[in-house]
Every structure is written in C-alpha cells, then in structure tokens.
C-alpha cells in the first residue's frame, strides 16, 4: 500500500485501519516493512485502539525521511484481552514530496496458548477454563497467560505491582541522586522510554521510569527499595520484573540483594544500553539465610535519550518478613552481619568463635583472629587454618577429581534450584574427559593435559549445545590482592573447523576488560598460555568462550595455574648489596630495577630519577 497525494488542503490524513481483533497472547508482536522517501514526506504513526478506550495509544513513529530503502518495524502488543483495531496514519501538512508505503504485515505468537490433555510436574501450571499448560513460573506476574485469568487468581497483592495506583510497598531510597516517576503514556523525549505501561498494554496504563534529561548528570542512580522478605529457606524464592530501555544513550539497570540496611548488598544482576523499544522480562532466583531486600537501581547516561523503564514486578515463593518472628533484632538496625555466602560452592560453619572483629575485618575460623578484609583471597594464608583463602579460587586447578577449584559460572546460579532441568541445552562449561567421548566427537579433546590420558579431567565448553553467538562464562571468586609478578598460565585446546574463541577478562566492579583472545582451531594438540596480571586489587578473573557457527569445535582448558600471586611481604631485615631498597623499605634483586614492572608496589624501582 502507498500513499498518493493529489489534493493542496493545508492539512491532509491518509488512514488505513485494520480489522477488528479480539484478544492477542503475552508474547504477540506485529512487524512489517515500511519505506518513506522524500524531501518533505513528513511524519507517519501506528495507533491501537482498544474498544472501551476513548484515547488511543500510539505504537510507532516515524518523523523524516529514512532513505531510498525499506526498513523494518518490530512492535511489541503484549497481552491484549479487550478487541482492538490499528490506525496507520500518514500525516501531510500542505508539502508532501516523496512516497510511503507499507508492506508485508506479520503477527506473530499472538494466540492464547493451546488447551492440553494433562499437565503434570512441579514446573507446570493448568489452566482452569482455557485449560492450557503453562510454566509455573507465570503465575502470578501480573500477566493473565492462561486467557481465563485463572494464573493470577488468588495471588497475594503483597508480593506483585504494577504501579497502576502508586507503589504498593515498594519505597524510593533516600539515599540516592533522585527518584523514579510514575507516569503513563510516553515519557517526554522523544526516542527513549517506552511508549506504553506493560500491564495494560496502553497509553491508560502507569509504570515507573527516570528521566535522563537536565538537571540530571551521568552516572545518576535512582533507587527503588523492595519489602523486606524472610529468608528464603530451601524453596526457590523468585523476583520477576519487565523492563523497557529503549535510548541511544541508555545505560544501566541493576538489581542489588542486601541484609544490613546500609549497604548496597551484592549485585545479583545487570543490563547495560539500549535494548530495543520492548518490555523484556526478567526471572532472577533468590538464596538467603538472612532476611533480605532487593534495591533496582537505574544509572543515567550521557545525554537526555537514556529513559529507562519498570513495570509489573513480583515474587513467587517468597514471604514477607515478620519482625515479631524475629525477636532478636530489625533489620534496619544496620548492625546485622552480612550474610556469608561463598560463591565457590563451599559451606562456612554458620557460628563465629567470639570475636571483637569489626565489619571490615575478616574473623578466622578456627581462632577468632581479626584480619583486613584485603588479607582474605589474596592467595596468602594469614588465618593459622587457612580459613582466609577456603572460599576463594584455588592457585593450582587440574580439574582431576572433578574439582572445580573455586570456579563458578554466575550466569547458571540465577538458574539454579528447582529449575535445573531448564539448563542441560545450555551453553555452558563442562567437565569432561577423552573416556566419556564419542567416537565421532573428535573436536574434543583425547586426552587431559595434567595426566596425558584419557582417564584424565579438564574443563570444556560442549558446542553441541546453544548456538552461534552464544558465550559461557566461568569466573573466580573476588580475589582482593596480587602482587606485582602475578600472572595466570593455563594450557588451552581449541581444535575443529568451526571453533569460536577463547578470552581471559578481568572484571572489576561493573568494568570488564579484555586480556587475552584467541580465535579459530589451534590445532589437535594442548597450547600453553600466559597472562600477565600484576597488583590489582577486588577483581575477578574470567574465562569466556565463545559459541562457533556449528557444533565443530569445542574450547577446552586444564591446569589454570597463579603463579606469584601473593602481595609482597615488608620484612625487617636490611637489603643485601644485591638488592635494591624500595621507598616503602621492600627490598627487590637490582636486575629488576627499570624493566617496566612496578616490583615495588610503590613504583620506586621505576622512577626515572635512577
């Protein structure tokens, strides 16, 4: 269809409208193709118009001309319960010079799930009257996925908003540069934020966003403060949300779980940049031993098209806390110990000897001594049982019996739980040995390379799952002190023809940097790798593997080593005639001075005065 203009009136519409249709599924879009060209081709917009509704809501826009090219629109409709219809209006204000059109209209997964025979298992909920099958995991989200609204029956309304009538019980944080805003509709700039609310799929409909427009300055956080919930025991405790970050100059959501008041706790997620004009969902699993709260703290960008948007978020299987069930103490006291959870997979004896320790230091085990906290995984024993370096990566990793060494993969822990199952397609680290091989499965490797037979572990990323794009990442935990010498030597075996690559990243808080990259097949033998890290301190070191365009070709490690890692130790005794006395009284070998490594850790033995 296109548009051709023959009348002069000061201002013309050409409107095309859909039939009518009465209800979509969650997870329906409409795409098509549309070309605008021309000198003055002005502006053209897609309107929903919901029976019911006086106000329509706009779902696309176009301004300007884009060009001598079709190009595509992806909208997000949503659930839709009531009947609606599209307007495509083409606007012209006296001049129009060009062409519009449209083209290739699609909707896609729009209808309601299909009714099923039966519907068992602990991860599966039945609908009642449509009686479709669903996740269990949609219940209760705010989003009607069954079509009877049978899913969202008897929820709690403590436990889900969806910013219709305020913030239920969630709070703004007091403690950060400015607040969210309720709103409905689109948010003031243009080409940023959402359109529309998530829970309506309207203009009508209210959600949360910030605004990154003056007087706002990068790097501003607003901050977004959940209930407090008990902990979560053995059973999976739950948070969904949907996002919008839709903006050339979007940049970061994260979600935070804390147990003392006056933290920010421990990051638990994070998106950064534009990620399109949709609401996107998101499921993370919550583990705690301690009563706990979740903080969503939006951080705004370089310029005013960095909106960012919340809707409909709630909680399955968690349960608000109860102060009188917990006589000893409130949380917000702000005194509680944090909650001492290892990533490394290994269980801390939940008592403490007694101790006058303060927060930031660290209490051995066995003794109740008190270290700095930067004593504690700097691959230096300080603790008399070495409880200091238990919960940390291990210096030497062979993988042999199948000990993963403190190694964890972050992006399964959020699917961690009763959801394991959701797991086995994925792409992931693995470990695996020659024995357990197919005979076709060539692209692995044979044998290990700490024993040289096939008896032998290592640790591998199996391409047979996921596909081309897809990354695995396997992280150590915080190391919080090296010394100026430390370096990583790992042995590699990267073999097939569609191979991806391999990288070594250093991550630190929300910054991650690249070390060390290789790409393509190396080769049907085991390759020796070195990574010069230095003195860094509170940071992680990461392995990444990178899916090829087919299953051919596996990215395998074994024997990561950290050699020279510990920081240096200042002793008492004078430097000998063959050592050098650095300005913080070190004492290094002479042959060290002036060769581009800080050997001192002040840099002395690198000034330009010697």
Excluded at 201 to 214: D, V
Excluded at 347 to 358: D, F
Excluded at 581 to 603: G, H, R, S, T, W
Aim: charged fraction near 20%; aromatic fraction near 10%; hydrophobic fraction near 30%.
């Amino acid at each position: 269809m296109f548009v051709l203009k023959t009348s002069n009136s000061i201002s013309q519409i050409a409107r095309l409208q859909s039939p009518k249709l009465r209800q979509t599924g969650s997870n329906c879009t409409l795409s098509f193709w549309y070309y605008s060209y021309g000198e003055s081709v002005g502006a053209a917009e897609l309107q929903l118009l919901v029976d019911g509704l006086k106000k329509s809501t706009v779902l696309w826009r176009t301004y300007y001309g884009k060009g001598n090219q079709w190009l595509k629109a992806v909208i997000q409709l949503g659930r839709l319960p009531q009947a609606f219809q599209f307007s495509l209006e083409k606007i012209s204000l006296g001049i129009y010079e060009g062409v519009s059109a449209i083209d290739d209209i699609r909707f896609e997964n729009c209808a309601l799930p299909p009714p099923a025979l039966s519907c068992e298992g602990p991860n599966s909920f039945w609908c009642r009257d449509t009686k479709a099958c669903i996740d269990s995991l949609l219940v209760c989200d705010l989003v009607d996925d069954c079509g009877d609204g049978s899913d969202e029956d008897s929820c709690d309304p403590d436990l889900q908003c969806n910013f219709e009538n305020g913030l239920c019980n969630w709070e703004q944080d007091i403690q950060d540069d400015f607040d969210w805003i309720r709103i409905r509709g689109p948010t003031p700039t243009i080409n940023t934020g959402p359109l529309k609310d998530h829970t309506t799929g309207t203009a009508r409909g209210r959600y949360l966003y910030l605004e990154s427009s003056e007087p706002r300055q990068f790097q501003d956080k607003a901050v977004l403060l959940s209930p407090l919930f008990n902990p979560s025991g053995d059973g999976t405790c739950a948070f969904r949300f949907h996002y919008h970050m839709f903006g050339k100059e979007v940049y970061r959501l994260s979600v935070f779980q804390r147990s003392v008041s006056n933290t920010k706790g421990w990051l638990l997620w994070y998106k950064f940049g534009n990620q399109g004009n949709r609401w996107i969902r998101q499921t993370l699993f919550i583990r705690s031993s301690k009563p706990f709260q979740i903080l969503v703290e939006g951080t705004v960008g370089d310029g005013f098209t960095g909106d960012i948007g919340l809707d409909d978020v709630s909680f399955l299987g968690c349960t608000l806390y109860n102060a009188a069930q917990h006589p000893s103490g409130s949380f917000f006291k702000g005194n509680l110990p944090t909650i001492s959870t290892t990533t490394s997979g290994t269980s801390v004896p939940a008592t403490l000897p007694i101790n006058n320790c303060t927060e930031e230091e660290f209490v051995c085990r066995a003794s109740g001594h008190c270290i700095h906290m930067i004593q504690q995984c700097d691959f230096r024993p300080d603790c008399s049982d070495k409880s200091d370096e238990s919960a940390c990566v291990m210096e030497v990793c062979d993988f042999e019996d199948k000990d993963l060494c403190g190694w964890h993969q972050p992006a399964l822990e959020q699917m961690s739980g009763n959801y394991s199952i959701r797991i086995t397609k994925t792409f992931m680290w693995q470990l695996g040995r020659g024995a357990n091989l197919y005979p076709e499965q060539g692209h692995c490797p044979l044998t290990d390379h700490t024993t040289g037979t096939e008896e032998g572990w290592y640790l591998f990323a199996d391409s047979s799952n996921g596909e081309f794009g897809n990354t695995a990442d396997i992280a150590t935990p915080v190391i919080s002190l090296t010394g100026p010498r430390c370096k990583i030597i790992f042995w590699n075996h990267m073999n097939g023809s569609t191979i991806g690559s391999l990288e070594v990243l250093y991550k630190s808080s929300n910054k991650t940097s690249k070390l060390w990259t290789q790409s393509g097949s190396q080769g049907p033998q085991w390759n020796r790798a070195e990574v010069f890290l230095g003195i860094r301190s509170n940071f992680q070191v990461i392995f990444r593997a990178k899916h090829g365009v087919s299953y051919m070709g596996d990215v395998a490690v074994d024997d990561i080593t950290f050699e020279d890692c510990s920081p240096l130790l200042i002793s008492d005794k004078p430097c000998t005639s063959e050592e050098f006395m650095c300005a913080n009284k070190y004492c290094i070998p002479k042959n060290n001075l002036c060769d581009f490594v800080n050997d001192c850790e002040d840099n002395s033995d690198e000034s330009p005065s010697i």
